[in-house]
């Protein structure tokens, strides 16, 4: 009896592991092959993880399973192109140093205003290395260069395409009534009584006496502002009519070049404005949009320069889908 309970046990086991092995081998399936490269289930299922979510999230309709099958063929064939892309940056022989990706490395962490004992902590939590990171960025970067060079240092926008591009969208560059101001905002917190706000009111009541009195404006803005645009002196750029809220619109379109406002109670606070500058409606100079048209039919061309080098880069390699 204990022979025959061995054997099952045994038995049980070698079943279990065929089945943990075949599991493996389903999760591990290779699903594209792109010239010497492959692309695994598990690889592609762990990039699709954050795409899957969104779409169980945020999908309402009724065709769930059709969205996600699009969107996970979508996705595969990015992956895949990003590998061709990979493939042609390391025969072109596009050197990518480890100082700049330190560099870029820095750069993220301080965008996302990380230590880089913090950095690598989350990068484990979420089953990743700092070598890996590093890997992806020098990815990303030889992709980049190589499409600079492929693509856009091939493109050339002419002053005649610029100047026809102008006159088919004169009604895209008609100008609204404009000023510029320096602004000094005291901010109201949120829940404030009315002793608190009568307080920050009368604070700037005071500013706004010292600036009369002779002291600089962007020096009190530096000082006490608690707005935008606070260490450039409450420099606040151009501001087109409508895209402000009421309060200082009412009073800035209304109020004489370097004349200094009342104080202005909005929701947001108390404000003390200096127009510096205005500008009236009408249709903006070619010079003034020249550098934004060259960008947006670079743009054009880019997208059909890429489509086109990316499909040419399709049909000379070996590309097998086996979903």
């Not at 389903?26 to 792109?34: C, G, R, T």
């Not at 088919?168 to 608190?196: C, F, S, W």
């Not at 990316?310 to 390699?317: F, N, V």
Request: glycine share 4%; proline share 2%.
């Amino acid at each position: 009896m204990k022979y025959v309970k061995r054997i099952v046990l045994i038995i049980s086991a070698v079943i279990l592991f065929a089945c943990m092995a075949a599991q493996a081998e389903v999760l591990d399936k290779i699903i594209a092959v792109v010239n010497d490269d492959i692309i695994t289930r598990r690889e592609f299922n762990t990039a699709f993880e954050p795409y899957q979510k969104r779409i169980d999230d945020n999908y309402k309709g009724d065709n769930k399973e059709a969205v996600i099958k699009q969107t996970k063929d979508a996705f595969l064939q990015r992956m895949i192109d990003n590998i061709l892309i990979e493939q042609e940056a390391k025969k072109s022989k596009i050197d990518i140093k480890d100082e700049e990706i330190t560099a870029v490395l820095k750069d993220m962490l301080t965008k996302q205003n990380l230590k880089m004992e913090d950095f690598i902590k989350k990068t484990e939590r979420e089953g990743n290395t700092l070598e890996s990171v590093k890997k992806d960025i020098k990815g990303q970067m030889m992709r980049v260069r190589l499409l600079r060079w492929e693509i856009k240092s091939k493109i050339v926008v002419s002053d005649q395409e610029i100047g026809d591009y102008y006159n088919q969208h004169r009604n895209d560059y008609e100008g609204k009534e404009a000023v510029r101001m320096k602004q000094i905002l005291l901010n109201i917190p949120p829940n404030a009584d009315k002793t608190t706000k009568e307080k920050i009111k009368k604070d700037a009541e005071q500013i706004r006496k010292r600036i009369l009195d002779g002291e600089p404006f962007e020096m009190l803005a530096a000082k006490y502002s608690q707005g935008p645009g606070a260490q450039q002196g409450g420099d606040m750029g151009f501001f087109e009519k409508g895209s402000t809220i009421p309060e200082l619109e009412a009073v800035a379109f209304a109020l004489p070049l370097e004349k200094v406002s009342q104080v202005i109670e909005s929701s947001m606070g108390f404000h003390i404005i200096v127009v510096v500058d205005k500008r009236g409606a009408g249709i903006k100079p070619i010079a003034a949009v020249r550098e934004e048209i060259k960008i947006k039919i670079e743009d054009e061309k880019l997208d059909k320069k890429y489509d086109e080098w990316i499909g040419s880069l399709r049909k000379r390699s070996y590309i097998n889908i086996r979903l």
